[in-house]
């Protein structure tokens, strides 16, 4: 008798389980949709208080900086070579950005400050620049910070070791010689050939001569210290307490948290695990107004749907120019980003200040898109758009662009391919129909957007020709007046928007989240998380 | 016993042969290249080509197969390219995760099925019988993925503490956080291993020792426990074996879900990077588990039934039978 009691209990307990399962599941369904209507109630109304016209800013809350505090960001990628010349990926370098210091230094308005250089100067044509090097400055291995260090620093990223095959950074390859004088305390970098945005490229990290172990143990002389690395879970860095500056961070140390998936991060982000988040989208942002405050700013990304300009039907200009017209980019943006980007009409991005050709305009007019095409023949157009299925955000863009070609009479069938497959086979073999990706600047250079345009380059995968272009792009090299490059610049998006290369959607916008307690998060034209101005309130 | 085990270790060394060969060819079909995925899209094609060379990418098939296996020899499983560290060190990190994860999930498949086999078995076709059966066979039809996605929905809403698993395998914690994926994955697999048990004390009791354990006046229990439950343990133990390996296989897959820093997780940014060497340090670190699993299994079969002892080849032969009619069926049960 006993016995039959207990195994009714434990049927019982099996049972209400499984009740409860399917209860559970139900009940979040439900909330799934709710969460879903009042997230468009709160795009349409734009409740997010932070104006995503007004570029890099720093919050401005009463209550002065605490010294101290320990801090969790949370990343959603792994890191890969933690060497600052060997990381590859941006999510690695917004992280190692801390340990280390550039001759000079980006600011959040898109100027270069010195650094590590006192002060800087270059010759007339661009091709001779002075750094006088900082004094008294420590590596965080105690070491001093010498001339050396700065010339072995520049040849390695250059590729002029003797072991070395070939640039690491590739901007750097045009350095011919860098030389040290001890007496003035300056080092000199002569390039091959001119170039005007070379100082740009001096926010390089600056590393101790002959340290091999960099991949591992990052030493720098930033304003945080390396402390521990555990693959796929975290990495720890710690005040640097002889920082040059003259005040070193606020925060005694910062954990950089890793979890590969945004949604995941969200709900740590509801538990209050992180404190600061830097991939929010902006739908997400209701369900945590209440811990953070979110902090828009520009992405460095310019989103294009790039077209094969050598495989039909793109090889015919008037299909490229049918296809710009058809696009409402305005309505991709509501859809794909949630209205937190802007509207793009040129090659490159507002982020890339007075550079960026804000004049142009294409109209959105499908009708004469349909007529266009009508005219020159071609009927029941059928193509292909490869995306890499790793990015969310190009995938959802490639169905909306297909989507709306369908009023156009143009068949758009979206292929997803994984990110390796993609590199091999779009960007380097070109064999592709059209393809949505973000091309992506790492320094406030124009040549790097710009360069996948210009028909010499490796990096032209959309089979761009155009020699005007070319001429432009070789003459904005070397041109060292700002005013005239910013025209030659401008000259070129024009080009681009005229031959209509491609269709240019949108700068999609980033929003950070970060906990009310914190002040001083501070955004860049540069794709960093700097945690040298973050404080306790 | 020496052949035998020189046998069983030929096998094994074989079959590694083949895993890492299959995992060299598969690297030669899929596009990408490690070095344009590391770079970037804003390399140039000469910074790629120097990688790739120092990668040796572009070497010929057999040079990088004999390459590789003198590395093994050595126990250097190479140099991960994505991470820029040695594999060696970046499988330690993440084994143990791995690891616990999968033994977790075992003790839990084991301590939910034979109690739950032993009810099952007492009264063949009863309530309880049928009730246990449908469930767990209801959990069988769900799979773990699946499993680990509604069980992080019960265990948020109703806010047990039992939240994602991420932190450390240190201390108390580690049960605590580990316990929904390893639920997650020992769920599914509960069946099998009920099912199993629960057909061989079936068995069992038809035949005549238990009658005879009956007439000398054994009570129930000590009958079920002591002679029924001991000879069901060979076919059980079997199919242990093979939801062992199965496990390691589905915390691969949950790992991905509740996104803990083990080997799953690794191996998948390994193919996402074409990193070759990792990808093959984390195979080969599988492939070598589940084979030494199964060959322990043999070996716990043995000591449980002396009757599978024997002689040398015999006993293996025997054996083998024994285990591939197990396994016959074991299949046609999941099917």
Sequence with gaps: ?????????????????????????????????????????????????????????????????????????????????????????????????????????????????????????????????????????????????TLDDVVYSLERAAGMLPDSEAALIPQLAIIESVSADTEAGTVTVKL???????????????IPQDYTEQAQKPIGTGPFIFTEYKTQTHLKMKRNPDYWRDRTAYLDEVTFM?????????????????????????????????????????????????????????????????????????????????????VLESGMAPPMQDYYNADLTSPYNP??????????????????????????????????????????????????????????????????????IALTFDYVAPATVLRHYYSKSDNNFINFVSTEFDELYEAALSETDHAKRVELYHQMQKILQDDAASVFLQNPGTQTAVIKTLGGYTTYPQYVQDMYTVYFK | ?????????????????????????????????????????????????????????????PLKINKYFVGLLQGDLGHSIHFDKSVGELINEAAPVTFSLAMYAFVLIIVLSVPLALLAARKQGSFLDNSIRFVTETTLAIP????????????????????SGRGNLESLGFLRKFFMPALAIALSRVAMALEFLRDAIIEQKKLFYTRAAVGKGATKSRILFFHIFRNSLVPYVT?????????????????????????????????????????????????????????????????????????????????????????????????
């Excluded at chain 1, 091959?192 to 600056?206: G, Q, R, V």
């Excluded at chain 1, 039907?313 to 980003?337: G, H």
């Excluded at chain 2, 773990?144 to 939240?163: D, E």
Aim: aromatic share 8%; with cysteine; hydrophobic share 45%.
């Design chain 1, 192 to 206: 091959k050939e001119s170039d005007a945005d070379f100082i740009t490229y001096m926010t390089l990290a600056i």
């Design chain 1, 367 to 436: 009708e004469e898109a349909k007529s266009m095409l009508e005219e020159a023949g071609y009927q029941d157009l059928k193509i292909e758009i490869t995306v890499p299925g790793d990015y969310v955000i190009h995938v959802q863009t490639a169905e909306v662009l297909a989507e709306q070609l369908k009023q156009i009479g143009v068949t758009a069938e979206v292929k997803t391919v994984d990110w390796g497959t993609w590199l091999s086979d779009v960007y380097m073999g070109r064999n592709y129909d059209s393809t949505v």
């Design chain 2, 239 to 335: 199919a242990l074996g093979l939801i062992l390996a199965e496990v390691f296989g589905g915390s691969i897959i949950i790992e991905q879900v509740f996104l803990l820093p083990g080997l799953g997780r690794l191996l998948v940014t390994a193919v996402e990077a074409r990193d070759f060497p990792l990808t093959q340090g984390i195979i080969i670190l599988i492939a070598t588990v589940v084979i030494i699993v199964n060959f322990l299994v043999d070996f716990i079969n043995q000591f449980i039934d002396p009757r599978l002892r024997s002689s040398d080849m015999k006993s293996t032969k025997s054996n083998f039978w024994l285990k591939l009619s197990y396994k016959l069926k074991f299949r046609g049960d999941v099917e």
């Design chain 1, 258 to 342: 890793i979890v590969p998936d945004a949604d995941a991060a969200i709900m740590d982000l509801q538990e209050g695990n992180f404190d600061i988040f830097p991939y929010l989208t902006i739908d997400k942002a209701e369900l945590l107004k209440d811990k953070y405050d979110f902090i828009a700013a520009d992405s460095n990304m310019v989103q294009i749907w790039g077209l094969n300009n050598q495989r039909a039907p793109f090889d015919d200009p008037v299909v490229r120019k049918a296809i710009n017209m058809a696009i409402d980019k305005q309505m991709l943006i509501d859809a794909v980003t949630f209205g937190e980007g802007r």
């Design chain 2, 144 to 163: 773990p993925f699946f499993m680990a996605i509604i069980l992080m929905l019960i265990f948020r809403t109703t806010q047990l503490g039992l939240s």
């Design chain 2, 1 to 61: 016993m020496t052949r035998y085990l020189l046998k069983k270790a030929g096998q094994m060394l074989i079959t590694l042969l083949l895993i890492v060969l299959i995992v060299f060819i598969m690297f030669e079909l899929i596009p990408g290249s490690p070095a344009r995925i590391m770079l970037g899209m804003n390399a140039s094609q000469e910074q790629v080509a120097a990688l790739e060379s120092e990668l040796g990418i572009h070497e010929p098939l």
């Design chain 1, 1 to 145: 008798m006993v016995n039959k009691k207990k195994v009714m209990r434990i049927v019982l307990v099996i049972l209400s389980l499984v009740l409860f399962l399917t209860a559970c599941g139900k009940k979040d369904a439900e909330k799934d949709t709710e969460k879903d209507t009042d997230d468009t109630e709160q795009t349409d109304q734009g409740v997010i208080e932070d104006d995503p016209d007004e570029d890099d800013k720093v919050i401005e809350e009463p209550g002065d900086p605490q010294q101290g505090g320990s801090v969790i960001v949370g990343i959603t990628q792994e890191l890969d070579s933690l060497d600052p010349y060997l990381a590859a990926a941006a999510g690695t370098k917004e992280v190692i950005y801390n340990f280390f210091d550039g001759l000079v230094k980006l600011m959040p308005d898109g100027t270069f400050e010195p650094a590590l250089a006192e002060s800087f100067d270059f010759s007339d044509d661009a091709t001779e620049f002075t750094f006088k090097i900082r004094t008294g400055v420590k590596f965080h291995n105690g070491d001093d910070l």
